[in-house]
């Protein structure tokens, strides 16, 4: 099982505008299993040991930094922590504050010292989280079920929802028994199904109203295409979880859905890398990182897709001008990780992703609210 505890959009931008050094950003990749956590804690105080390296570069203050020693040591040393932990550990050190959020997604480790803290591989988390409802629906049950990313799935009561076919029609399916009869003409399979599915949707309307979050159907054919068509919740996902899910317990539905969750988020890359095509030719899209850091820097970003992975170490100035820097020191900080926190203080919505799927091959492809 995943312990994972996410940030919140207004705590990473919190976060973001942190300026005062030395501030220590450690990415560390972990495990769920507890016998394989055994070296985590030794690898977290070797990769603060990099940091120091780096404060002591700058000539930082020994007084600064040994607090942080310290908060690293108790981590390391605390058996329970470990025993409760998802893919990754992100550490955000101060002489006076730590903070550790435990992530879904599989990072690599990464130790980084500035004046403010290194946010980028924490936005892959919380810029696609993997949030959604599951409707597991069959002849003899229903139910809908929660699953977002720092919290066991769990059943949601739902008013007036019925207990299963019977109840939402009040009749048997001619799947159970010899026929089902209107008027006295048959009535089909597929007729007795949507109407099913249109009764649990009109008691979901509600419930869903305002959500943006996915809805993927768990059910068996034909009752899962039917089912998802039927649907008016605008979210309802293409994809649906095949098979009968009366017995499928709600953590294998949710390890389920995180699949096609994961399908949905590259849909959404493709999808931007579409648009950043189509805007590139009105002077509205950049792959350039200078360019992406002026935009960033007057608000003018609306969607910014990046490399979640790489650094770009330098520097940006308040009018949005870089410095470029070949490595990383106490005094420089990640150019890509600045312009995305930039970015995200003016509302853009922001995309982690793969190197092969940011357009033009970058480090990030932005797309612009207007020229510059």
Same mark, same amino acid.
């Given at each position: ?250 953590? $294998? ?5 995180? *699949? /096609?969750? %994961?399908? &949905?988020? +590259? ?5 931007? @890398? =579409? !648009? ?50 070949? $490595? ?5 900080? *990640? /150019?890509? %990780?600045? &312009?995305? +926190? ?5 509302? @853009? =919505? !922001? ?22």
């Amino acid at each position: 099982m995943l312990h994972i505890d996410l940030p919140t959009r207004a705590e990473i931008e919190r976060l973001s505008e942190h300026r005062e050094a030395p501030a220590v950003s450690l990415y560390l990749a972990t495990s769920p299993l507890s016998q394989e956590t055994e070296t985590d804690g030794l690898r977290l105080k070797q990769l603060l040991g990099e940091a120091v390296k780096q404060m002591e570069a700058a000539g930082t203050p020994k007084r600064s930094f040994w607090p942080m020693e310290e908060a690293v040591e108790e981590i390391a040393e605390d058996y329970d922590f470990w025993q409760e932990q998802a893919n990754s550990l992100a550490v955000f050190l101060t002489p006076t504050s730590t903070r550790t959020f435990r992530l879904p997604n599989k990072l690599h480790d990464l130790a980084e010292v500035s004046d403010r803290f290194h946010l980028k591989p924490l936005l892959r988390a919380v810029t696609f989280p993997h949030n959604a409802y599951i409707l597991a629906i069959s002849i003899g049950a229903v139910r809908l079920i929660e699953m977002t990313a720092d919290l066991p799935p769990h059943v949601v009561q739902v008013p007036n929802m019925p207990k299963d076919f019977n109840d939402a029609l009040g009749k048997r399916s001619h799947l159970a028994s010899r026929g089902a009869v209107r008027s006295g003409k048959q009535v089909s399979e597929h007729a007795l199904f949507a109407r099913y599915c249109r009764v649990v949707d009109a008691v979901l309307r509600p419930v869903l109203s305002g959500h943006e979050r996915p809805l993927i159907v768990a059910a068996a054919e034909p009752l899962a295409s039917i089912c998802k068509s039927v649907m008016s919740y605008p979210h309802t996902a293409e994809q649906v979880i095949p098979g009968s899910a009366d017995h499928t317990p709600d953590h $294998e539905l949710a390890e389920a859905a995180r *699949g /096609i969750l %994961d399908a &949905i988020y +590259a849909d959404e890359v493709k999808a931007v @890398a =579409r !648009l950043y095509d189509e805007r590139e030719g009105n002077a509205r899209a950049t792959a350039d990182v200078a360019q992406a850091a002026r935009a960033a820097t007057f608000g003018a970003v609306d969607t910014l897709i990046f490399d979640m992975d790489e650094v770009v170490h330098g520097t940006i100035d308040d009018d949005g001008a870089v410095t470029f820097s070949d $490595e990383a020191t106490a005094e420089n900080y *990640g /150019i890509v %990780d600045e &312009i995305a +926190a930039r970015a995200l203080r003016s509302g @853009a =919505r !922001l995309m982690a992703a793969r190197k092969d799927d940011i357009p033009g091959g970058g480090s990030l492809a932005a797309i612009l609210r207007y020229p510059l």
